[in-house]
């Protein structure tokens, strides 16, 4: 399951982990305009744990879910309309 909220200035989607038996805590991922923040409480140390990832990161992130093994370079529309 998971929850959008859009905030003044960022969007915040919860994902919860509904499955059993090993339930983890919910993990908060915070899109700004520069960046994407993704956050999950630690009940070992009782911190809030954040990694912080650039666009670029986010959208290597995404694109790399559904392509196998390898190494990997996403170029845009643009950047090949200027070359050759």
Known sequence: MFT??????STVITLVDEGSPHLVE???INTFEDCVTIEQHDPVTDRLQRVTLSIRQTRDLAAALDLPEGSYRLTSKADMEGKG
Do not use: R
């Open 4 to 9: 959008i909220e859009h905030e003044f200035d």
């Open 26 to 28: 919910d993990v908060a």
